[in-house]
């Protein structure tokens, strides 16, 4: 089982970045993801989640408006379309694999959670 990350980098504030988390080794498309970041110092949050088939999408607060998750269960893929980004965006970035029939209240706990991937670094700064 894998999930890998990609697409992190620097970027200015007000800038966009596109993550990708590609997975292999598991039935894709029976399993909701999400992606999560963690701070320096701070503890892993969830930031957003789609369902196992792709027709429901959830952020957090923060985040509606400016970040975009979409699938592609042909490809094994997930996308984060972050724009706008800021300073405080700053963050290992990381996508995870849970059992699809998890009600989304659950999906915000890492607990559910059987597959992470590494990481992708984002920055954002001037």
């Known amino acids: 089982v894998q999930l890998v990350e990609s697409g992190g980098g620097l970027v200015q504030p007000g800038g966009s970045l596109k993550l990708s988390c590609a997975a292999s080794?598991?039935?894709?498309?029976?399993?909701?993801i999400a992606w999560f970041r963690q701070a320096p110092g701070k503890e892993r949050e969830a930031i957003s989640c789609i369902s196992s088939s792709g027709e429901s999408t959830y952020y957090a607060d923060s985040m509606k408006g400016r970040f975009t998750i979409s699938r592609d269960n042909a490809k094994n893929t997930v996308n984060l379309q972050m724009n706008s980004l800021k300073p405080e965006d700053t963050a290992l970035y990381y996508c995870?694999?849970?059992?699809?029939?998890?009600?989304?209240?659950?999906?915000?706990?890492?607990?559910?959670?059987?597959?992470w991937g590494q990481g992708t670094l984002v920055t954002v700064s001037s």
């Open positions: 995870a694999a849970a059992p699809g029939t998890y009600i989304l209240s659950a999906l915000w706990t890492t607990a559910v959670y059987d597959y």
């Open positions: 080794g598991f039935t894709f498309d029976d399993y909701a």
